[in-house]
């Protein structure tokens, strides 16, 4: 059974810096699309960034310049580095996965999500 597995979340004040952290297990194939959503109260989730297959990235521009996502290929993990937090960004974040070689997101496999507060 594949399992998806956020940490680096918590409370952080306004400008800081928090780093994510996914990782797969149970998985026997490789994960071409990887990516970060947030749901924030009331709210829709929301794609933040992804790497796709061809090591494309995509970001929400809200985050970009802020956020920057990275992965480690051999151990089907990504990271998100979020810097110059802001309130706004208080939010669930889920890590994505997809192992379709194409895929854009969201993918098939989702992880359970990890609260990220922006709070002085």
Partial sequence: QVQLVESGGGLVQPGGSLRLSCAASGSIFRFYFMGWYRQAPGKQRELVAAVTGDGGTNYADSVKGRFSISRNNAYNTV?????????????VYYCNADSVSTSLGPGYYWGQGTQVTVSS
């Avoid at 990271?79 to 960004?89: A, G, H, R, T, V």
Wanted: glycine letters at 0%; zero cysteines.
């Fill in 79 to 91: 990271y998100l580095q979020m810097n110059s937090l802001k309130p706004e960004d208080t939010a």
